[in-house]
C-alpha cells in the first residue's frame, strides 16, 4: 500500500510571506502526488498534480516536485495572499490497482493582512 | 456547471433513522468514489464503482453503509439506524478510466449530523 504524511499545522503566515507544507509517501515505484486544496464550506479542489519523479506541478504560484530520492511532494508557494487561507491536502493512490486515494491529515493555513 | 454534485449538501438527523445521499459525476467519468472525511482528518476511502459495478466495498464502515450505481450514472450511499459516530462529510468524486494519473474530481460533499 501507500500512506501519506504531511506536515500538520495550523500555520498561521503574514501576507507575503513563502510557504512550504511538506508531504513524504511510502509506496515503492513511481505513483501519482497531488496536493488538494479545501476552502471553508466546500469540497476538495485538485490544485496541482505530478505523474512521475522530477515532474514539477504548478497552479495559482503554488509548485511541488516529485522527489523519488526523498519520497517527498512537499508544497511551495513564494508569496501567500489572504485569499490562499484554507486546509491543503497532499494526497497519492493506494490499493490494489490504485484507485482509491490516501489522504495526508490536511494542513490549515491561515494567511493574516 | 458540469462538476460532481452532490444532494443534499446537508442533512440532520436522530439516532437510528436512515439516510440517503446522492451524486452525480462528471458526465463522461465511469469511475465514482466515496469518501467519509471527518473533523481535522483526510478524506477516507469507502467504496468505488467502475460503470454500474461496485468493485471494491470492503472499506465501508460497517454493514449499515451501503452504496449503489445502478445504471453507471448517479450513485446513492445509504447508511441505515444512524448512529452519532456517523456524524461527518460524505465527498464523492468521478474519473475517467484512462490515463495514468488516477486524477479524481471531487463534488462540494453531504455533511451528515447526527442528533
Known amino acids: 500500500g501507500n500512506s501519506v504524511t504531511q506536515m500538520e499545522g495550523p500555520v498561521t503566515l503574514s501576507e507575503e510571506a513563502f510557504l512550504t507544507i511538506n508531504c513524504t509517501y511510502t509506496?515503492?515505484?513511481?505513483?501519482?502526488l497531488f496536493w488538494y486544496v479545501q476552502y471553508p464550506g466546500e469540497g476538495l479542489q485538485l490544485l496541482l498534480k505530478?505523474?512521475?519523479?522530477?515532474d514539477k506541478g504548478s497552479n495559482k504560484g503554488f509548485e511541488a516536485t516529485y522527489r523519488k530520492e526523498t519520497t517527498s511532494f512537499h508544497l511551495e508557494k513564494g508569496s501567500v495572499q489572504v485569499s490562499d487561507s484554507a486546509v491543503y491536502f497532499c494526497?497519492?493512490?493506494?490499493?490494489?490497482?490504485?484507485?482509491?486515494?490516501?489522504f495526508g491529515k490536511g494542513t490549515k493555513l491561515s494567511v493574516i493582512p | 456547471d458540469t462538476g460532481v454534485s452532490q444532494d443534499p449538501r446537508h442533512k440532520i438527523t436522530k439516532r437510528g433513522q436512515n439516510v440517503t445521499f446522492r451524486c452525480d459525476p462528471i458526465?463522461?467519468?465511469?469511475?465514482l468514489y466515496w469518501y467519509r472525511q471527518t473533523l481535522g482528518q483526510g478524506p477516507e476511502f469507502l467504496t468505488y464503482?467502475?460503470?454500474?459495478?461496485?468493485?471494491?466495498k470492503s472499506r465501508l464502515l460497517s454493514d449499515r453503509f451501503s452504496a449503489e450505481r445502478p445504471k453507471g450514472s448517479f450513485s446513492t450511499l445509504e447508511i441505515q439506524r444512524t448512529e452519532q459516530g456517523d456524524s461527518a462529510m460524505y465527498l464523492c468524486?468521478?474519473?475517467?478510466?484512462?490515463?495514468?494519473?488516477?486524477?479524481?474530481?471531487f463534488g462540494p460533499g453531504t455533511r451528515l449530523t447526527v442528533l
Open positions: 494526497a497519492s493512490p493506494s490499493g490494489a490497482g490504485s484507485y482509491q486515494l490516501t
Open positions: 464503482f467502475q460503470n454500474e459495478a461496485q468493485l471494491e
Open positions: 505530478a505523474t512521475k519523479a522530477d
Open positions: 468524486a468521478s474519473s475517467f478510466q484512462s490515463g495514468s494519473s488516477h486524477e479524481q474530481f
Open positions: 509506496a515503492t515505484g513511481y505513483p501519482s
Open positions: 458526465s463522461e467519468h465511469n469511475r
